[in-house]
C-alpha cells in the first residue's frame, strides 16, 4: 500500500520583538558575552591598583616612569582607536569582524578615562597636556552619546517607517507627498483666490526646508499646510455648507498632507539625530591627535 504524504507542518513565524530589534542594534555591546568589557575592565583596575601600589616621588604625574608608561598605553590606544574608520572598509567575519573590531573600540575607549587621567596624575593646568586630556574626555563623550543612539533610535526610525501595508520608505513618502500635491493642485481649482492662494502656499514650500536646529527639533512653525487647514476651516465657520463642497476634499487632502509630512520630518530628525555625534566625533579626534602629537613632541623636547 503506496504511503500517503504527510501534509507540511505549518510555519511558524515569530514576531519580531522591540528588544529583538534591539539587538540587531547593540549586538557590538554584547559580542561575545561582554569580551573587550571585561578585557577593558580588567586593564582599568589594573591601571588603578598600580596607581596604588607603586610608590612616585614626590607625587604621581606624567613626568615620571610610571607616568611614561600609562601614556604610551594610552597613545598607543587612541592611535589604534582611530582605524576603526579605515578597518570598516574592509569587512571580515571571524574573531576580528567589524563587530568584534567596534565592541573593542567602544570598550577600550572608555578604559582611557581611567588611563589618560591616571597618566596625568590628576595634574592639570593651562597647558597642553591638559588640552589633550580634554579634547579626549570630549572624544569618549561624544562616543558615548554615538553609542545610546544607535542603541535607542534605530527602533524609533522602523516605528516611524511602520503602516498597515509595510514599512514605508523616504521615497516612498516623497511620493506620496507629490501625490498628495497633485491631488491638491487639481482640487483646489473651484476655490475661490483666497483660498487657492493657501492651497497654493502649502504646495510651493519645500518639504525639506528648515534650518539645522529645526529638523534637529522637529520644530517647524511656518508650516504652510499646518496653516492652510487652520485658516481654511476659519473661513468655513462662516459659511454656509453645501452638498458637495469642494474644501471637504481639500480639507481631507491637506490632513493626509499634514499627516505625511510629520512622518517625513520625524524620520528626517531621527537620521539627522543618528549622524549629528559624528560632526562632534570626528572632528574632535582629529584635534586630539593633534594635541596628542604636540603633548608628546613638548615632553621628550624638554625631557
Request: glycine residues 8%; charged residues 15%; positive net charge.
Amino acid at each position: 500500500m503506496a504511503s500517503q504524504a504527510q501534509p507540511a507542518a505549518p510555519v511558524v513565524r515569530k514576531k519580531t520583538t522591540g528588544r529583538q530589534r534591539n539587538s540587531m542594534h547593540d549586538g557590538f555591546l554584547r559580542h561575545r558575552n561582554f569580551r573587550w568589557m571585561k578585557i577593558a575592565t580588567v586593564l582599568s583596575i589594573t591601571c588603578l591598583v598600580s596607581y596604588f601600589l607603586v610608590d612616585v616621588q614626590p607625587r604621581h604625574n606624567g613626568g615620571s616612569w610610571y607616568g611614561y608608561t600609562l601614556g604610551t598605553v594610552g597613545a598607543l590606544l587612541i592611535l589604534w582607536l582611530t582605524c576603526l574608520g579605515l578597518r570598516k572598509r574592509a569587512i571580515t567575519p571571524g574573531g576580528w569582524s567589524l563587530k568584534a573590531w567596534t565592541s573593542a573600540h567602544v570598550y577600550l575607549g572608555l578604559s582611557l578615562i581611567v588611563i589618560g587621567t591616571l597618566h596625568t596624575g590628576f595634574q592639570l593646568g593651562w597647558n597642553v597636556h591638559t588640552l589633550a586630556w580634554s579634547l579626549m574626555m570630549i572624544v569618549i563623550i561624544s562616543g558615548i552619546v554615538g553609542i545610546y543612539f544607535y542603541a535607542t533610535l534605530p527602533d524609533n526610525l522602523s516605528n516611524n517607517r511602520a503602516d498597515n501595508d509595510g514599512a514605508v520608505t523616504e521615497r516612498m513618502m516623497i511620493e506620496q507627498l507629490r501625490s498628495l500635491d497633485r491631488q491638491l493642485h487639481d482640487a483646489a481649482q473651484p476655490l475661490d483666490p483666497a483660498q487657492a492662494a493657501l492651497v497654493q502656499a502649502s504646495l510651493e514650500q519645500d518639504p525639506f526646508d528648515g534650518n539645522f536646529f529645526q529638523r534637529i527639533g522637529n520644530s517647524y512653525g511656518g508650516c504652510e499646510t499646518r496653516a492652510a487647514i487652520a485658516e481654511l476651516r476659519r473661513m468655513r465657520a462662516y459659511q454656509p455648507r453645501m452638498g458637495d463642497d469642494p474644501l471637504d476634499k481639500v480639507d481631507g487632502l491637506l490632513q493626509r498632507k499634514e499627516s505625511t509630512l510629520a512622518r517625513l520630518r520625524k524620520h528626517l530628525q531621527i537620521k539627522s539625530m543618528l549622524q549629528v555625534w559624528l560632526f562632534v566625533h570626528v572632528p574632535m579626534t582629529f584635534a586630539l591627535l593633534a594635541a596628542l602629537s604636540a603633548h608628546i613632541f613638548s615632553v621628550f623636547f624638554y625631557w
